[in-house]
C-alpha cells in the first residue's frame, strides 16, 4: 500500500515537471541537465573531504578549523565574482558567461583527486567559488527570463530539482564509494560528471546564445516596478542583500557545526554523513519545491519566506540532542522541509522587485550578499565548537541568530516595493 501511494505521488510530481518542461521549452532542459550533472558531481564529494582533511592535520580543532577555513575561501572567491559577473550578465551573453564557468569546474576535482596536504583542498575549493560566482548570477536570470510571471516561483521550483535530485542520491553514492572502495573515489566520478555536464551545454550553445541575445534586449518592466537604479530600487535591493548576508551567516555557521557534530558527537562514517546530508538537504528540499512553489505563486513570496523561517528556526535547537544519526537525519530533515518551502518564493521575489533590465545585477548583489555572510560564518562556526567544548548546545543555538534577523529585513522590503510602484 505505501508504495503503491509513492509510486503514485511520484508519478504526479514527473506529470507536473513534464508539464512544465513541455511549456518552457527546451532552452529550460538544457540549463536544468547541465545545473543536475555540475551540483552532482560536486555532491559527490561532500561526505570524503572531511574524512580526507582528518586523514591530513588528524586532530579534531584542526579539522573542524579547516571545515571552516575551506568553505569561507570559497564563499569569499564566489562572492569576490558575484558582483562583476552579475553586471556582465546584463551586459554580455549570459550563455558565454556560464561556459566559461564550466571549462574551470574539473580542475577542482583534479586537485582533490591528487592532493597531497589541505592546501590543494583549499585551492580546490577556491576554484569551486570561482566558478560558482562567475555562473550563478546568469544560470539564475536566464531562468527567470523564461519564466512567465504568474508561474514564476513554480518554473523555480522546477529548476530547484536540478540540484536538489542530485542533492539526493550523490551525498549517499558519494559516501557509500569511500567507504566501500577507497576514499577519494568520488572524486574520479564528479570530474566525469563536470565534463558531461560541459558537453551536454556546448552540444546545445548556439540555441542557448540565440535565447540569451533575444531575452537581453527585452526591456519589459513587470508589475509597472521601473527597471533603472531609482533611490527605491536600490533601497529594495539593499534589503535584499541585508536579508540574504545573515541567511548566508547563518548557513555557514550550521554547516561547520553539523558536519563537526556528526564526525565527532555521534561518530558518523562517510557513508553515514552522505545520508544525512542525503535526507536533511536532498529529500526534504525535493518534497518541497513543488507545494512552495504554489504557495508563492497563490499567497506571494513574502509571507510563504516569513513564516517558514519562524517555524523553521527555532527547530535547530533540537539538533545537538540527537543521541545517534539516524535522528539526526530525521530532525534536519524536516527543518530542511520547511526552509526549503521558500526557496522558490526567494528567487521569484527577486525576480519581481528587481525587474528584467537590472535582473543579472539584482541575481548577482543578493547572491553576494549570502556569500558575505557565509565567508565569515564557516569561521564563527570552527571557533565556537572548539571554544564550547563539550557543550553542543550553545553553537547550535548561535546558529538561529541569524536566521532571526532576516525577519526585519523582509517585512520592510513591503514598504521599499510599494513606494516604488508610487
Not at 536566521?403 to 521599499?416: E, H, N, Y
Amino acid at each position: 500500500m505505501v508504495s503503491r501511494e509513492l509510486g503514485t505521488a511520484l508519478f504526479k510530481i514527473l506529470g507536473i515537471l513534464k508539464s512544465y518542461f513541455s511549456r518552457i521549452g527546451l532552452t529550460f532542459w538544457v540549463l536544468w541537465m547541465t545545473m543536475f550533472t555540475v551540483m552532482f558531481a560536486q555532491y559527490l564529494t561532500d561526505p570524503p573531504v572531511p574524512f580526507l582533511l582528518e586523514g591530513f592535520l588528524v586532530q579534531e580543532a584542526a579539522v573542524v578549523a579547516m571545515i571552516g577555513y575551506l568553505y569561507s575561501i570559497y564563499s569569499l572567491a564566489s562572492t569576490a565574482i558575484r558582483i562583476p559577473s552579475g553586471i556582465l550578465a546584463d551586459k554580455i551573453e549570459r550563455s558565454v558567461i556560464i561556459l566559461v564557468s564550466l571549462c574551470l569546474l574539473p580542475t577542482s576535482y583534479l586537485l582533490l583527486l591528487f592532493a597531497t596536504n589541505s592546501w590543494w583542498i583549499l585551492i580546490s575549493f577556491l576554484i569551486y567559488g570561482v566558478f560558482e560566482g562567475l555562473s550563478m548570477p546568469s544560470f539564475d536570470s536566464m531562468v527567470a527570463d523564461l519564466a512567465p510571471q504568474s508561474r514564476r516561483a513554480m518554473v523555480f521550483a522546477i529548476y530547484s530539482f536540478s540540484w536538489i535530485l542530485s542533492g539526493i542520491f550523490a551525498p549517499a553514492v558519494g559516501g557509500f564509494l569511500s567507504d566501500e572502495f577507497f576514499l577519494r573515489f568520488p572524486f574520479i566520478l564528479a570530474f566525469f560528471m563536470s565534463i558531461t555536464g560541459l558537453l551536454i551545454y556546448l552540444g546545445c550553445l548556439k540555441r542557448l546564445k540565440s535565447h540569451t541575445s533575444t531575452n537581453q534586449t527585452r526591456t519589459v518592466k513587470p508589475n509597472g516596478i521601473v527597471a533603472s537604479p531609482t533611490t527605491s530600487l536600490k533601497r529594495t535591493l539593499s534589503l535584499l542583500c541585508g536579508m540574504q548576508f545573515f541567511n548566508g551567516l547563518g548557513n555557514g555557521i550550521l554547516y561547520t557545526i553539523t558536519v563537526a557534530f556528526l564526525m565527532f558527537a555521534l561518530g558518523a562514517t562517510p557513508t553515514e554523513l552522505g545520508i544525512v546530508f542525503s535526507i536533511g538537504f536532498g529529500v526534504a528540499a525535493a518534497l518541497a519545491q513543488i507545494p512552495g512553489g504554489k504557495l508563492a505563486d497563490k499567497f506571494g513570496s513574502k509571507p510563504v519566506i516569513a513564516v517558514c523561517t519562524l517555524i523553521s528556526v527555532p527547530l535547530l535547537l533540537l539538533q545537538p540532542l540527537s543521541t545517534n544519526v539516524f535522528q539526526f537525519a530525521l530532525i534536519l530533515g524536516l527543518i530542511g522541509f520547511i526552509g526549503s518551502l521558500s526557496t522558490p518564493a526567494y528567487f521569484a521575489w527577486i525576480a519581481n522587485l528587481i525587474g528584467t533590465e537590472k535582473r543579472g545585477k539584482g541575481y548577482g548583489f543578493t547572491s553576494a550578499a549570502f556569500g558575505a555572510g557565509a565567508i565569515i560564518g564557516p569561521i564563527i562556526g570552527s571557533f565556537t565548537w572548539t571554544l564550547l567544548q563539550p557543550n553542543h548546545f550553545l553553537p547550535f543555538a548561535l546558529a538561529t541568530i541569524p536566521f532571526f534577523l532576516t525577519i526585519p529585513f523582509i517585512v520592510s522590503i513591503k514598504k521599499a516595493k510599494e513606494s516604488q510602484q508610487g
